[in-house]
C-alpha cells in the first residue's frame, strides 16, 4: 500500500511566512510602480494641455487663456474660464481630471462624492484638477506697494520656458473648484508660502511632506513642456520664483 504524505503545521507556516514575506517586499515596490505610472500620466495631461494652449495662442495671435471659475463664492465668468475656451484644442474632458485626484468635491455623476466646494452656495463642484497660474491670466495680482501686472499676450512675458503655466489645483478648500490660484498671497512672512500655496494649488500631488518647500508636483510652462517639481524649485520669495513673468529665471 502506497503510503500518503502531507504538509505538517510546521511546514504550512513556513510556507505562509515565505508568502507574507515576498508580498511585504512586492507591495511597495508594486505601489511605487502605481504613483510613478500616475505621475507620467498627469504629467502628461499637463503637456498635451499646454500644446493645446500654443495651439490656442497660434489661433489668438498670442493672447493667453483666461479664467473663469470662481472660489470662496464669488461670481464665476464661466464663458471666459480655459476649461472651456481651450476644450476645442485638446479634445477630451478626460485631461481635466489628473489621475492622482481623489478630491471629494468632484460631482456623484463623475464618480466623485458630490461634496459641494466649501464657501460658496452649495452648488458649486470641481470642474478641473488643474489650474493656471494667476499672472498669465486676466486676474491681475494685486497687493499694496507692489506694480504687479496681469499678463495677456505672450509677447509680454519676458521668458516663457521658466514661467509656469499650469499646475494642479488643491483637493479640497475654497480653491478646489476654481481653476487659478493668487500667487501674490503666498508671502506675508517668510515660512508661509508653502502652508498659504498649498490651501490653493495641491503642492504634494506627487509626493514629499504636506505643506512643505520639499512638497512635489507637476507644473506646465508656458513654452510648452512640463516637469514634476519640489515647490522650492518654483518659489522661494518674490525675487526667486517661476510665477511672477519679470523675476521667472
Known sequence: MRR???FTLIELLVVIAIIALLMS???????AARS???RAKCLSNVRNMQVANWMYLTSHDGRLIDVGLAHGGAHAHEEAA???TLSGYYGSTLLHRSPVDNSPHWPAD???QGVPVPGGDGTQFRRTSYGINNFLS???PSM??????????LEEVPNPAETVHFLIMAFTGPFAGADHVHVENWMPHPDAPPVVAASQM?????GGPEKSWESVSNYGFLDGHARTLTFEEVFQNWTNNRFDPQVAR
Open 138 to 140: 486676466g486676474v491681475a
Open 202 to 206: 495641491q503642492t504634494n500631488a506627487h
Open 110 to 112: 463623475e464618480g466623485g
Open 25 to 31: 517586499i512586492l507591495m511597495p515596490a508594486l505601489s
Open 82 to 84: 480655459w476649461i472651456n
Open 144 to 153: 499694496p506697494g507692489t506694480s504687479w501686472q496681469a499678463y495677456t499676450n
Open 4 to 6: 500518503r504524505y502531507a
Open 36 to 38: 510613478v505610472a500616475r
